[in-house]
């Protein structure tokens, strides 16, 4: 089974940034980061198909502002978060399907808060 280490959460200011991690202990084929606020169900944020050359999606909320990228070496991808704003606050998890095996990450917490 594939492990997951997700890192990176903290508290910061609207307008801040983070960068999360997720690393794996396999190869990944496809990688997407969720998030769920307080009171919300659990929704997409962000994905990469290693495959394709790394082609990304975002989900409207986060698009222009959160990227994806990855370290193949290291079986080790991380979402950069740029002007972060309040609504941006919740858990986030790391999706990773490596070759049919599924893990999810163990959540990292991000608070966008004065």
């Known amino acids: 089974q594939v492990q997951l280490v997700e890192s990176g959460g903290g508290l910061v200011q609207p307008g801040g940034s983070l960068r999360l991690s997720c690393a794996a202990s396999s190869n990944i084929f496809y990688l997407a980061w969720y998030r769920q606020a307080p009171g919300k169900e659990r929704e997409f944020v962000a994905s990469?198909?290693?495959?394709?050359?790394?082609?990304?999606y975002y989900s409207d909320s986060v698009k222009g502002r959160f990227s994806i990228s990855r370290d193949n070496a290291k079986n080790t991808a991380h979402l950069q978060m740029v002007n972060l704003k309040i609504e941006d606050t919740g858990v986030y998890f790391c999706y990773v399907n490596s070759a049919g095996r599924q893990a999810w990450g163990q959540g990292t917490q991000v608070t966008v808060s004065d």
């Open positions: 990469m198909n290693w495959s394709g050359g790394g082609i990304t």
